[in-house]
């Protein structure tokens, strides 16, 4: 019997030899990301240049595509026109201290300045530029060189055109650079706002850079404060005399960003009370300033007024389609364009993301939306200007991203995975069939190595209401005997959820899977799976019901998922530090380690706009501002929390690190701390690389507990 078991493992191995060839990843792949040949990298696409030709660029070579056969033409010579579409036939830069533009291929100079212009937009007919300098609008008509002041009064306390700080990090967006104007369709008007922020505090950031200290002030509005008083205005790029919309800038309220009519004789204006659970949208005159209410909205929570696009107008402008989360998932509506609802597009029960193409012709609109199918999974639609024959066009059991519609919208591209499957490149057409297969992220040399093991979950939380959703990358190897260190990386945001049943691959991973780390990426129940519904739970509590499910989850991976309780650590940036910080003492019994960067410690310290959408003010919700507050939890503080801080950052103040290690140090806690100088809400370079060393080093000393090896610090 001995004899025949040995030939029979003897037989095994021999048929079998690549179970037990499989290779670890070298230095260079953990360390350096050097997966060439394990890993491809994926073609570019680049547009299209008519309905049955896009550009695909691969290996800094472009090729014309033939999306019909696959039949590939390298490109040389001059440049290929894509369709418009697709790409802007019409731009205008900064260059050497001028201003030029390029139309049609073509560069023009227009003007030599030494004075900072900012923000250049050229009118939809290509005669003008607009821009602002010194805080005041301007045009230049390109056809007689002529600039034009539109106003006079720019200061540092007024703004036209440009956008104080709270509107351009919390309303227009970053995107925006402070961009506050913006060209009616047909060139004649612009519509700007004008921004008093004479009563909003000046908050003063200090550094030391060198020998030298730095000082810069912002008017930054807390919660509580004056905000910015705004004006909108609508003024002809020739000049002349502003006309006011019909809004008394004195009152507590905000102004989203501004739809023109597709003819340019109307504007619609976004208004919203400072509590942020009302919004009016106004039909302005631009000949008068007078208003007709156009669109109305009330919440019990709060409304969003951000830089998304809420409007689009369709059927040749006789209609304007609209998104809207008011019943607890964000839908698709169509209205006419007296503001009479038409239609109800879309349903409940899931989240539209986008909209990706309107085809006018066949009245058919294609949108992207999650949790039709899976909450995790963004999936691919088309459905008509009246809510009838709505398909999915996407496939399998993936998660998709839809780019590149072709210019008719009888193809797109979809790049999708799931935690299993790397990710991929399909051409499909409108019917949801797939054409052809254009790349694969995966080689074949993939199958040759260990690769750790990634997973998708769903623990129930504690009411029972919601399955809350984890992505885990498990150690190689593991023994049922043993308990594993665990490194849960979040955000944590309302309705900014980071775990996606998606592909996700680096050196990093697959170098902590192998020293045996159980890596989690995990979702609360405001988290966006859930639609609004979910996120409203957040409403003037927040920390509270997001630290609830991440200590479901947590508890879940220590009964069934062999996770040491006494080796736990969270962390993240921004919210995600908030959350490391109001973990590590609000739930200090499930989460003894933390890493917090940029984080905020109590909600008194951030902006109004922000702050107040979801946690109204100190006055109307004092004890939500005292339970959301990290500090009242630091005595129930025993573990260890690294704390870092960029000392400039005009976002997220220093303040709030400082508040929280004054408050752990009056406690006799210990804790680690690190700033960096010059550091904004983030850093890079060698600052960058130091911090990233930080984060290693932690790992190591208390969750693998062992030295960090030779090499591995950058």
């Avoid at 049955?52 to 440049?79: C, P």
């Avoid at 019917?431 to 190595?449: F, N, Q, R, T």
């Avoid at 870092?644 to 680690?672: R, W």
Wanted: net charge neutral; hydrophobic share 35%; glycine share 8%.
């Amino acid at each position: 019997m001995k004899k025949f078991l040995a030939l029979l493992t003897i037989s095994f191995l021999l048929i079998c030899p690549a179970i037990a060839q499989k290779k670890d990843f070298t230095s260079d792949q953990y360390f350096k990301e050097n997966f060439t040949g394990i890993m491809n990298k994926l073609p570019i696409v680049a547009g299209w240049q008519d309905d049955e030709h896009y550009i695909l660029v691969k290996n800094g070579n472009r090729f014309l595509v033939d999306a019909t056969t696959g039949r590939e033409e390298k490109i040389t010579g001059e440049n290929v026109v894509l369709s418009g579409r697709n790409t802007e036939q019409a731009s205008v830069y900064i260059k050497d201290n001028a201003v030029y533009t390029r139309i049609n291929g073509v560069e023009q100079k227009l003007f030599a300045t030494d004075e900072k212009i900012l923000n250049p937009e050229l009118s939809p007919d290509n005669k003008f530029v607009g821009y602002t300098k010194n805080n005041d609008l301007y045009t230049y008509q390109i056809s007689n060189s002529k600039e034009t002041r539109l106003t006079i009064d720019g200061s540092e306390d007024i703004l036209n055109g440009y956008a104080s700080w709270v509107y351009m990090e919390e309303i227009l967006g970053r995107a925006s650079r402070y961009k506050a104007w913006w060209w009616a369709p047909d060139s004649k008007n612009i519509a700007y706002f004008k921004s008093d922020q004479s009563k909003v505090p000046t908050y003063i950031l200090t550094d030391i850079q060198g020998l030298q200290t730095v000082e810069e002030r912002t008017k930054y509005p807390k919660v509580g404060d004056h905000n910015p008083e705004v004006k909108v205005g609508i003024v002809s790029p020739t000049g002349g005399k502003t006309t006011w919309s019909d809004f008394n800038e004195k009152n507590d309220q905000y102004f989203g960003l501004p739809y023109w009519k597709p003819d340019g004789s109307g504007l619609l204006v976004q208004w919203m009370n400072r509590l942020q659970d009302s919004l009016i949208v106004y039909d302005v005159n631009i000949n008068t300033g007078a208003k007709k209410p156009f669109y109305t909205e009330q919440q019990k929570t709060w409304i969003n007024l951000d830089d998304n696009d809420r409007f689009r107008f369709i059927n040749d402008g006789k209609n304007i389609l609209v998104q809207s989360d008011k019943t607890g998932w964000m839908q698709l509506y169509n209205y006419d364009i007296s503001g009479k609802l038409k239609s109800i597009i879309t349903t409940t029960g899931y989240t539209v993301t986008d909209v990706n193409f309107i085809d006018e012709k066949t009245k058919t609109i294609y949108f992207t939306a999650r949790g039709k199918e899976n909450s995790a999974h963004k999936d691919f639609y088309r459905v008509s200007f009246e809510g009838k024959n709505m398909k999915r066009l996407s496939f399998g059991d993936y998660n998709h991203a839809v780019y590149n519609m072709s210019p008719s919208g009888k193809y797109f591209f979809t790049y999708h995975s799931n935690v299993s499957t790397p990710t991929k490149i399909s051409l499909v057409n409108n019917e949801g069939k797939i054409i052809s297969e254009i790349a694969d992220s995966k080689a074949a040399a993939l199958d040759d190595y260990n690769v750790a093991k990634t997973t998708f979950i769903r623990v129930k939380s504690d009411d029972g209401k919601f399955a809350l959703p984890l992505k885990i990358t498990w150690p190689l190897n593991m023994d049922k005997n043993k308990k594993y260190p665990v490194l849960v990386s979040i955000y944590g945001g309302p309705d900014a959820g980071t775990a996606w049943d998606s592909w996700s691959f680096s050196g990093a991973q697959q170098w902590y899977a192998k020293e045996g780390m159980i890596q989690v990426v995990m979702d609360h129940r405001a988290s966006g799976h859930f639609g609004k519904e979910g996120v409203n739970y957040m409403y003037h509590n927040l920390g509270y019901w997001e630290i609830k499910d991440y200590t479901t989850m947590v508890k879940w991976l220590i009964d069934s998922a062999q996770a040491d309780p006494a080796r736990v650590c969270i962390t993240g940036f921004s919210y995600g530090g908030y959350m490391s910080c109001y973990a590590t003492t609000y739930a200090a019994d499930v989460f003894p380690y933390g890493m917090a960067g940029g984080s905020v410690t109590d909600w008194r310290l951030y902006d109004s706009h922000y702050t107040e959408r979801y946690m109204g003010t100190p006055l109307n919700n004092p004890e939500g501002y005292k339970t959301s507050s990290v500090l009242p939890y630091v005595s129930k503080y025993k573990g260890m929390l690294q704390i870092v801080h960029g000392i400039m950052d005009d976002n997220v103040h220093l303040e709030n690190s400082i508040a929280l290690t004054s408050a752990l140090q009056d406690n006799k806690k210990n804790f680690e701390y690190m700033t960096y100088s010059s550091g904004r809400h983030g850093w890079t370079g060698d600052k960058r690389k130091h911090f990233d060393n930080l984060k290693t080093s932690f790992i190591y000393k208390y969750l693998l507990e062992k030295a960090v090896p030779e090499g591995l610090l950058k």
